[in-house]
């Protein structure tokens, strides 16, 4: 194959365009649950190729805020491919609750995801790399909140992901950061369930919390994603009274009731069981609806519980168990609402 000739362009907005092996990922671990692409003739978004002479050119991508596409403010800047070992447990929990088929191309990842970062490059490498990039950017008030091992390679962007065993991979660090709000940092709702209409204070802010994530490596940044880009203005409250972590547990136990009655259609099924177990929980902050203003958010403090569920049903005296994906489930630490996400 030959490469096509260059085409240089200036760094203006244009109409967005999908790659090639966007029409084969549906689900992309590399660009997260929103897309870099809408169908509309709006000069909204950005994509171009930076000329380094490689197999692979880095790619940049933007796209623009457009509330009347439902659009929101990205950046990513993208060499090669690469996954980190969130990406992998997602892939994971995913590849269990459907029974994909990829189980054995996720473990040959996971066992070389358990090698050493390339020589000569530590976690401490990493993390002073990203400061320096973060005080070159005048990027402030963002706190590290995971830094994780990555794995991946500069020279293939095929849509089968890492399968060729011939590529050389890489393995350095996926810094992730979040805005700060006073002491707590930010946090970015997963890809998720979306329940409408529980009997409960619900919150499904206009737009998500930043997240910036660097993936680097010995030989440098492969990956600088900047996601919900968006502008502080002002501090509403300071020391608000949080409800307690027993009241907390109370409206978990609430919402998950709920939940259980909508998807049953509001009659139980005999025989059936929904069964939470939490494996994790987190106190962070994270957007909700600002009053009266669509265009504008607040952060506030959140209870975040990571639940494995398991769904059991009794069919002609047969028991069928099932293991659905882990759910994630956000509480307003204020007041006990659900925070989910704006499908409007």
Known sequence: EQKPEHKYIDAKLMTPQQLEVENFRTWDYTSGWYSWYYETDKKIGFTARVDRGRAVDPIIRALAYNEEVGSNTQFVYSQGTFIDVMDLESDYDYQKAFDTQNKEYLDSLNVEMKREADEGFSQEDALKKVNEMLKDLSIKDFTVTDCVKSIGTEDSESWAGLEDGELTKSVGYSVYLSPKAGDVAGYTLPRRMVYNDLPETMYAPSFLTEQIRV??????????????????????????????????????????????????????????????????????????????????????????????????????????????????????????????????
């Open 215 to 344: 993936i680097i490596t010995k030989e440098g940044v492969q990956r600088f994603e900047w996601r919900n880009i968006s502008k502080r203005k002002d501090t509403v409250a300071e020391n608000t009274k949080l409800l307690s972590f027993e009241e907390i547990k109370e409206k978990l136990a609430q919402h998950l009731l709920y939940v259980g009655v909508s998807e049953m259609g509001g009659e139980k099924q005999e025989g059936s069981q929904n069964l939470y177990k939490v494996a994790g929980v987190q106190f962070r902050a994270t957007n909700v609806n600002a009053y009266e203003d669509s265009k504008a958010v607040w952060l506030v403090p959140v209870w975040i519980f990571d639940l494995e569920y398991i769904s059991k049903a009794e069919s002609a005296g047969q028991a069928y168990e099932q293991r659905l994906l882990t759910e994630t489930v956000i509480l307003n630490a204020i007041d006990g609402g659900y925070v989910t996400l704006n499908f409007d």
